[in-house]
């Protein structure tokens, strides 16, 4: 299975600031098809995921250009350009090149 | 507006089995393809299986190795349904069970989830 370790495990932010998180993969994500499938979603307390970037770099259909994604091969990094209250709880990157999908650890990201 | 609408919370007592049900509406069911996911207790989330629901037919299913021959995916077109089955449960398997549903693309993106369904297994 691919491995997909993230880093910090946990992010003080404050609002207004911005927030930078990172993800590895064991393995690099490039289909054939020429997408990556590196995928970034925000679990916010009590509730379930929601997608926020896919293809390692496009928005998903609502999510505020505050949030951008980048990166290639095994090495992804999500960028907050300026965090807001409302953006806090926990970030999961989960590559979908291959099944079983699997996620990293999360980073939880907290107002200071 | 697209909704995927799970089934309540269950008790099961190890080595019972239980259903899950997801409940699709606002979209065309047989265009997307439905995940099950699977989230312990302040774990990440786990990736289960998929199925591509199919107009008269059982679906097309890819299960993790993990639990293979213990989770069966299903769909009802006719209700916009899909459930998943899990045999042989034991403490472990105690988590929110998710529905997700990814277009029939090549995006990948699981871009609405259901509510989750809380399962306990315990004596």
């Known amino acids: 299975d691919i491995v997909i370790t993230q880093s910090p495990l946990s992010l003080p932010v404050t609002p207004g600031e911005p927030a930078s998180m990172s993800c590895r993969s064991s393995q690099r994500l490039l289909h054939s098809n020429g997408h990556t499938y590196l995928d970034w979603y925000l679990q916010k307390p009590g509730k379930s995921p929601q997608l926020l970037i896919y293809w390692g770099s496009t928005r998903a259909s609502g999510v505020p250009d505050r949030f951008s994604g980048s990166g290639s091969g095994t090495d992804f990094t999500l960028k907050i350009s300026r965090v807001e209250a409302e953006d806090v709880g926990i970030y999961y990157c989960i590559q979908s090149l291959q099944t079983p999908w699997t996620f990293g650890q999360g980073t939880k990201v907290e107002i200071k | 507006q697209v909704q995927l609408v799970q089934s309540g919370a269950e008790v099961e007592k190890p080595g019972a089995s239980v259903r899950v049900s997801c409940k699709a509406s606002?979209?065309?069911?047989?265009?997307?393809?439905i995940h099950w996911l699977r989230q312990a207790p302040g774990e990440s989330p786990e990736w289960m299986g998929r199925i591509i629901p199919v107009n008269g037919g059982n679906g097309h299913t890819i299960y993790s190795q993990k639990f293979q021959g213990r989770v069966t995916l299903t769909s009802d077109t006719s209700a916009s349904t899909a459930h998943m089955e899990l045999s042989s449960l034991t403490s472990e398997d105690t988590a929110v069970y998710y529905c997700?549903?990814?277009?029939?693309?090549?995006?990948?993106?699981?871009?609405?989830w259901g509510q989750g369904t809380l399962v306990t297994v315990s004596s």
């Open positions: 997700a549903r990814d277009p029939l693309d090549d995006s990948n993106a699981l871009d609405y």
């Open positions: 606002g979209y065309s069911f047989v265009t997307y393809v």
